[in-house]
């Protein structure tokens, strides 16, 4: 994952930015699992993070809010990281 | 710990506060997430942008800043007196009143004119009042205390409730604080300073008690108000603002 680029275009959120992205790769998944991911991956990561990180990931449309099976709010991945344009680095960057 | 999540810009909690709550609600956090949450809402304040809000410019944050140095000068003047019982006192309190008038003068103020218009009368009047001497035989001086204690009264309370309004502080919350900052604080010190409390009558102690949470009150506002951002008196409206006023 480029750390350079992502810190860049997410600040202090981009380590949690990553690590939500690379959580989302499995499927959708609602905010407190996506917690539980990035915790496991990334440490000590705390809800305030999580949704900062969210925020800003959805807000460059690199992930976008669904409904899940229990028609709960859940997030994926955006159509923009399927196929094979998929180009992480021009999303991070933007 | 969700009561903290009021802390978030309402545009903010209008968008993720439900599913935040949800999270919370499946995994509890402890003092140290509370620190996570608070950075968050920093976070929020400092980037509307993150939720289709405008960008603020460095200039939204001046009064802001402007009213916490205030609010910081104003309390570390009096906070002075009784540590160090200086023989001069300085001109602090007179830099922070000139901070805490620019930080009130806005655009915001334009659909208070008519009762900022009014207190400012009020104010003038009750000063002009107070400075009769003839007044003075009326309750050996009381009344021209009295006229003199409704302005400082008046201009400390109308300052401290336009900061607020300037901070988006609701009703609620902007009582609480001319309360707690001004009301209660002038009525203890009135009472000690009358002699009938156990402080030294007139002393710096009662002086603190009145004044110093006037200034902690401003440096709270302060800070909201940076926060938040607020429009200077010379900012062009922003695209939103002129597509509202279009609508309106």
């Given at each position: 994952?480029?750390?350079?680029?992502?810190?860049?275009?997410?600040?202090?959120?981009?380590?949690?930015?990553?690590?939500?992205?690379?959580?989302?790769?499995?499927?959708?998944?609602?905010?407190?699992?996506?917690?539980?991911?990035?915790?496991?991956?990334?440490?000590?990561?705390?809800?305030?993070?999580?949704?900062?990180?969210?925020?800003?990931?959805?807000?460059?449309?690199?992930?976008?809010?669904?409904?899940?099976?229990?028609?709960?709010?859940?997030?994926?991945?955006?159509?923009?990281?399927?196929?094979?344009?998929?180009?992480?680095?021009?999303?991070?960057?933007? | 710990?969700?009561?903290?999540?009021?802390?978030?810009?309402?545009?903010?909690?209008?968008?993720?506060?439900?599913?935040?709550?949800?999270?919370?609600?499946?995994?509890?956090?402890?003092?140290?997430?509370?620190?996570?949450?608070?950075?968050?809402?920093?976070?929020?304040?400092?980037?509307?942008?993150?939720?289709?809000?405008?960008?603020?410019?460095?200039?939204?944050?001046?009064?802001?800043?402007?009213?916490?140095?205030?609010?910081?000068?104003?309390?570390?003047?009096?906070?002075?007196?009784?540590?160090?019982?200086?023989?001069?006192?300085?001109?602090?309190?007179?830099?922070?009143?000139?901070?805490?008038?620019?930080?009130?003068?806005?655009?915001?103020?334009?659909?208070?004119?008519?009762?900022i218009?009014?207190t400012?009368?009020?104010l003038?009047?009750?000063?002009?009042?107070?400075?009769?001497?003839?007044?003075?035989?009326?309750?050996?001086?009381?009344?021209?205390?009295?006229?003199?204690?409704?302005?400082?009264?008046l201009l400390s309370g109308g300052m401290l409730t336009l900061?607020?309004?300037?901070?988006?502080?609701?009703?609620?919350?902007?009582?609480?604080?001319?309360?707690?900052?001004?009301?209660?604080?002038?009525?203890?010190?009135?009472?000690?300073?009358?002699?009938?409390?156990?402080?030294?009558?007139?002393?710096?102690?009662?002086?603190?008690?009145?004044?110093?949470?006037?200034?902690?009150?401003?440096?709270?506002?302060?800070?909201?108000?940076?926060?938040?951002?607020?429009?200077?008196?010379?900012?062009?409206?922003?695209?939103?603002?002129?597509?509202?006023?279009?609508?309106?």
């Open positions: 994952m480029p750390t350079e680029l992502s810190k860049v275009a997410f600040g202090r959120f981009g380590e949690t930015a990553m690590w939500i992205i690379v959580a989302l790769a499995s499927g959708p998944m609602r905010a407190a699992r996506m917690l539980d991911e990035v915790r496991r991956l990334d440490g000590q990561v705390g809800p305030g993070a999580l949704f900062g990180a969210v925020a800003r990931l959805e807000r460059r449309g690199l992930i976008e809010p669904v409904l899940n099976g229990d028609r709960q709010p859940a997030y994926r991945l955006s159509m923009r990281w399927h196929g094979d344009s998929l180009d992480y680095r021009e999303g991070l960057a933007r | 710990m969700s009561r903290l999540l009021r802390l978030y810009p309402a545009a903010w909690r209008e968008r993720y506060e439900a599913e935040f709550i949800g999270t919370l609600q499946a995994r509890p956090v402890g003092p140290t997430g509370s620190v996570d949450i608070v950075n968050g809402a920093i976070d929020a304040h400092l980037h509307p942008e993150l939720i289709g809000g405008a960008p603020h410019a460095w200039t939204h944050r001046l009064p802001g800043l402007i009213a916490t140095a205030a609010g910081l000068i104003w309390s570390w003047y009096y906070l002075r007196i009784v540590l160090a019982a200086p023989e001069d006192w300085g001109y602090g309190v007179f830099i922070a009143m000139l901070l805490m008038l620019f930080a009130v003068l806005g655009d915001y103020m334009a659909p208070y004119a008519r009762q218009g009014l400012i009368a009020v003038l009047a009750a000063t002009a009042l107070a400075g009769i001497q003839p007044l003075s035989v009326i309750g050996d001086g009381m009344l021209n205390f009295a006229l003199g204690a409704v302005a400082a009264l900061a607020a309004v300037r901070a988006g502080i609701g009703a609620g919350v902007r009582w609480l604080l001319i309360v707690g900052g001004l009301l209660v604080p002038v009525t203890v010190a009135i009472f000690v300073m009358g002699g009938f409390g156990p402080t030294d009558p007139g002393g710096a102690p009662a002086m603190v008690v009145a004044i110093l949470p006037y200034g902690i009150a401003w440096a709270i506002i302060g800070l909201r108000m940076t926060l938040r951002g607020s429009m200077t008196i010379h900012d062009a409206p922003t695209t939103e603002q002129i597509s509202e006023a279009a609508a309106a």
